[in-house]
């Protein structure tokens, strides 16, 4: 076996829920946006979405030594090459220099760590883009699928998941702010 189990099986599920929160967040947002219906509910129930879905990306790929589920920990042997692997596949996939990714990544702990969970009062930064983020998770989701041979994901793929996630959320979203 070339993962951990253990770390795997409460890892990946952590993945799914930034999935299905990020989706939340979108079909929330871009309906209040449109409808522009301004709401204190609709208000809070996208911030949390982008807050619960930030808090589930960094427990991943956040930052590398507090997290026992950080996706580093996944390999058991051959570590170094298999997190090495990830990492050249992030950069590629994502379009991003190392430079340019470290901030990215920056952005999205600081949002976290500085709005999400602990409100630094001079924190002002914007929400950041979780289209990368959302990228970041399709590519950890191939790289977990050939870490796990010769086991089988049986799950939809992400991508899959995340579009159905919006598509329900949409349609739900729709009907409560015009009800």
């Known amino acids: 076996m070339r993962y951990n ?23 929330i947002k871009s309906a209040y946006d449109r409808l522009a219906m ?13 807050m619960i879905a930030s808090v589930s990306w960094c427990k991943v790929f956040g930052s590398y030594g507090p997290n026992p589920i950080h996706w580093t920990k996944t390999p058991v042997v051959d570590v ?33 760590d500085k709005y999400v969970a602990h409100h630094d009062i001079s924190f002002s930064a914007p929400v950041p883009d979780f289209h990368i983020a959302l990228k970041v998770a399709y590519v950890y989701e191939m790289w ?13 793929p992400l991508k899959t998941y995340f579009e159905q996630c919006l598509f329900e959320a949409c349609a739900v979203t729709e009907s409560a702010m015009t009800a």
């Open 80 to 112: 170094q090459k298999l997190q090495g692997l990830f990492r050249a596949q992030l950069l590629s996939d994502v379009g991003l220099h190392e430079r340019q990714w470290t901030s990215y990544h920056k952005s999205v702990c600081d949002f976290r």
């Open 38 to 50: 301004p709401s204190p509910f609709w208000t809070a129930t996208i911030d949390a979405h982008i």
């Open 144 to 156: 977990i699928r050939c870490l796990l041979k010769p086991d089988i994901l049986d799950d939809q």
């Open 5 to 27: 189990y253990n770390i795997f099986v409460n890892q990946y599920p952590v993945v799914v829920n930034f999935i299905q929160h990020l989706a939340y967040y979108r079909a």
